[in-house]
């Protein structure tokens, strides 16, 4: 019974020393790989902060040039100084300020200068001159030479205008002409300075698809007919203008059309008339964006397409005794206004003198003799 003497008590085994030693080189390695608490955590903080930095940094734009600054462009233009130290440049044209009986101011589009003035370099030299035509055209701020206004609002152009008329006295009462982003401008002088004006044109004026009075079914549905590059670059413009540097300059996504001079928004009247254009701002095209594009082309998105203190179904006839008129023009086939919502606006403001083109495009004003038309109208009441 030897065999069983063994049952009742435990088996001793030996470790020998090199095995104990091979066990504890593995249990410090598996504590050296054990993280300290909250690694994650802070790990997490830290890749968060470093993508806020980045996004932060993205959506920043740069610091403009401004002209006449060490490292801007040189000042080259005629320039008042505004109340508030701005620099306003401009460009006169016509006869003679003080021989003239029509004084002028036209207010250019986006993504144009002082140079790009329709009206003044194609209206006829006859016209000009025996009705004593004067026209000034100026650089909006942030664009040509006049200087950035990073506290621009609907407001505050109207305000130059005033003060540039004074400024080169033209007088108690003057005439405003604004194309497209400029047409849209003639909306806030009639706001903010009715007094100071003898007529008005507003030639394929902008469009803000948020004023509030337009009817939601008809805003949207021409919303819809722009191409969705321009919808969404609309968009953010409207809602989140903050990030409106940031989306006309990624490259994931298209941008704006007229920023990007696609000619897919052009019309076919338009496109024929493309040559005249390029041939007409061949020479200036350099010094439009030469400020920067933030405080130009893009404080033009995020103004114009904001969110606005009126709409202009509210405002009254300026010239309740026919002292004065306003006009507006638009083509039947404009790509980038569509022309339902100016019907709409012209049958709420029965004072508005309505002229639509039948074929014709946004950039009609440079079909020839169309500037006559325009000017003649606003002037002398023909058509």
């Not at 066990?23 to 790990?43: D, E, V, W």
């Not at 590059?229 to 409106?244: G, K």
């Not at 309740?320 to 049958?347: F, K, T």
């Amino acid at each position: 019974m030897a065999g069983g003497g063994g049952g009742g008590k435990g088996v001793n085994r030996k470790i020998s020393a090199a095995s104990a030693r091979a066990h504890t080189r593995r249990a410090k390695q598996n504590a050296s790989f054990k993280l300290p608490s909250g690694i994650f955590t802070k790990i997490l903080l830290v890749l968060s902060a470093g993508i806020l930095a980045w996004a932060y940094q993205a959506i920043q734009p740069p610091l403009p040039k401004t002209c006449g600054s060490m490292d801007g462009p040189p000042v080259t233009a005629s320039r008042i100084k505004l109340k508030d130290g701005r620099h306003l440049a401009y460009k006169e044209h016509g006869v003679p300020r003080d021989a003239a009986k029509y004084k002028i101011v036209y207010v250019h589009g986006i993504d144009s200068c002082r140079h790009d003035t329709v009206v003044a370099n194609t209206l006829s030299l006859e016209f000009i001159e025996s009705l004593g035509v004067y026209i000034v055209s100026f650089d909006r701020p942030g664009y040509g030479e006049s200087d950035p206004n990073p506290k621009g609002t609907v407001q505050s152009l109207p305000l130059d205008i005033e003060e540039l008329a004074n400024q080169l006295g033209l007088g108690s009462k003057f005439y405003v002409i604004g194309f497209s982003m400029g047409g849209q401008i003639v909306w806030s002088c009639l706001k903010y300075i009715p007094h100071r004006l003898a007529g008005a044109a507003l030639l394929a004026p902008v469009v803000n698809y948020w004023w509030p009075g337009l009817p939601a079914n008809l805003s949207t549905e021409a919303y819809h007919q722009l191409f969705p590059r321009d919808q969404w670059a609309y968009r953010v413009s409207h809602y989140a203008p903050w990030l409106t540097y940031w989306w006309n300059t990624q490259k994931w996504f298209p941008s704006c059309s007229v920023l990007a001079h696609s000619t897919d928004i052009l019309s076919s009247a338009d496109k024929k008339l493309l040559q005249e254009i390029h041939s007409s701002s061949r020479n200036h095209r350099a010094i439009v964006r030469q400020q920067g594009e933030y405080e130009s082309l893009y404080r033009d998105l995020i103004i114009g397409f904001g969110a606005w203190e009126f709409t202009p179904m509210d405002l009254g006839n300026p010239f309740p005794n026919n002292e004065g008129s306003v006009h507006l023009w638009h083509g039947d086939e404009d790509m980038l206004v569509p022309v339902s919502l100016q019907r709409y606006i012209a049958q709420q403001l029965p004072w508005i003198h309505y002229h639509e083109l039948p074929g014709a495009g946004h950039m009609f004003p440079h079909a020839p003799g169309m500037s006559d038309n325009i000017v003649k109208a606003l002037l002398v009441g023909e058509k």
